[in-house]
């Protein structure tokens, strides 16, 4: 009789690769690491192919502080070095009018929730938990979400979870101080909190802020680039005061707990905010996710800080931060997107700050949530890949930087198109002050209104009409 054939593997050979069997099965049924300590990585993991999701493309945006629309080379500031934003205008897209607001909370806080600040920011530095903003969107679409950087919104650990970031690692976590809270260098030493508390300074002696915040968004990506991701890098650079970088000689004996602003470091701050973007750049094209991938830039939450000039086209232009003028609001705008942002694309469309909620929402496929109570952004997504959209007309201000303060009674209110602007504040004494606008500022003086012409009364009427139209709004308040 012929012997039967086995074709079973011995037993042995099967318990031995059973380890293997199971390490397989976790890899790939992971779909959460934790990332909450992010000052120690350990091993760099490897780079290789991802799991394609375009249906929801990764999100990266990025933020710098304090630095207005006159500080990247591109736009034809001529103080500074940014060969990242210069690359990225190159190989994506270039908005040349996008606007924030004078300060950073009130311009984070319409970024964030996709409102005009009459309707949600009634306290500085501080957010109240019933909004909602672009993570808790971008989350309950499936993102795994981020925030690395400047908080700045009071609430600490419940805040940041609130607000819909699963991760984080961040600076100033509270408006006003704990007991035995620190809030400590923002700079060399930095003191950084996550996980409910602050990390161990001697995790951070002699390390710079931004340096571990690139880390970390650099951290975050590789562990969750297996599934659709938004982070939200909003730097410190270029915060007072303005310190030496790790580029710097000055760096390694600069004492960070003197409080020293030396802004013959600002240029230095500048190159070092667009050296870290550009970190993230190669890390999104080394992991080969850069088609999937959008990676927003907004190079300034306001203008540019006080203190400091720039040359911009051949004019000097000081520091406009705090003030409404087109320096105090102005900023820059990049997208980079491979395959899907056509490059060295320059786009003129009017954007403002309420106008990155509904855009997310148009890179994620996800409709605006309607139960965020009103929206006022206008999505630019349309723009950014090249298709007709609805686009603005106009843009809104209504700047009220410390509200319900005594004794501050700074208040401006305006509406704009990219040729002119009409203010409409009795506190500022600009009531109906009207502006044509031009290279990016105020022509002074302002328009006699007797003697416009028929197109500029015209354009004039439209803008008191969306004025008007805010101060009927059932939510808001006038000053």
């Not at 080379?73 to 190159?90: F, H, M, Q, R």
């Not at 919104?153 to 007991?179: C, E, M, Q, R």
């Not at 410390?402 to 509406?415: D, L, M, Q, S, Y």
């Amino acid at each position: 009789m012929k012997p039967q054939t086995h074709h079973n593997l011995p037993s042995c050979g099967i318990k031995s690769m059973l380890p293997v069997v199971i390490l397989l099965l976790l890899f790939f049924s992971c779909t959460k690491i934790r990332t909450d300590t992010n000052i120690s990585h350990g091993a760099e993991q490897p780079d290789d192919l991802t799991i394609l999701h375009m249906d929801k493309p990764n999100i990266i945006l990025i933020m710098s502080e304090d630095m207005g629309y006159e500080v990247p080379t591109v736009n034809g500031g001529e103080s500074y070095e940014t060969p990242t934003l210069d690359k990225i205008a190159k190989e994506g897209m270039r908005f040349t009018q996008c606007h924030g607001s004078p300060q950073c909370a009130p311009s984070r806080w319409m970024m964030m929730t996709g409102k005009y600040n009459f309707r949600n920011y009634f306290y500085y530095g501080k957010m109240y938990s019933d909004q909602r903003t672009f993570a808790n969107m971008l989350k309950d679409a499936g993102y795994e979400t981020g925030v690395y950087g400047k908080w700045a919104l009071d609430g600490g650990d419940t805040s940041v979870h609130n607000f819909g970031f699963n991760h984080y690692a961040i600076w100033n976590p509270y408006k006003d101080p704990l007991p035995g809270d620190k809030k400590g260098s923002i700079y060399k030493n930095p003191s950084i909190y996550e996980t409910g508390d602050y990390i161990a300074d001697s995790l951070t002696e002699g390390k710079f802020g931004d340096d571990i915040f690139t880390d970390s968004v650099i951290h975050f990506m590789q562990v969750n680039k297996n599934k659709p991701f938004f982070v939200y890098y909003p730097m410190t650079l270029s915060h007072m005061p303005a310190n030496p970088t790790p580029d710097d000689p000055a760096f390694a004996t600069w004492d960070p707990y003197t409080y020293v602003d030396d802004t013959t470091y600002f240029p230095s701050q500048v190159k070092y905010a667009d050296k870290k973007i550009g970190d993230i750049i190669r890390k999104v094209n080394k992991m080969n996710i850069a088609s999937e991938t959008v990676v927003i830039v907004v190079f300034g939450d306001n203008g540019t800080r006080e203190g400091v000039t720039s040359i911009f086209n051949g004019s000097v232009i000081p520091g406009s931060r705090k003030e409404v003028s087109e320096y105090g609001t102005h900023v820059s705008l990049f997208v980079y997107w491979p395959g899907t942002v056509a490059p060295h694309t320059v786009n003129n469309d009017l954007v403002d700050f309420t106008d990155f909620l509904p855009t997310l929402a148009g890179v994620a496929n996800i409709p605006v949530p309607s139960t965020y109570g009103k929206i006022d952004g206008v999505s630019f997504y349309a723009g950014i890949i090249g298709q007709a959209g609805k686009k603005r007309s106009w843009i809104y201000d209504y700047y009220w930087p410390v509200p319900n303060r005594p004794g501050i009674k700074t208040f401006a209110e305006w509406a704009q198109t990219s040729s002119y602007k009409l203010y409409d504040s009795s506190s500022l004494e600009m009531k109906g002050y009207f502006y044509k606008l031009e290279n990016f500022t105020e022509i002074e003086p302002q328009l006699d209104v007797t003697t416009l012409t028929k197109k500029e009364n015209k354009i004039r009427d439209s803008l008191l009409s969306v004025i008007q139209m805010m101060h009927k709004d059932p939510e808001y308040r006038f000053r």
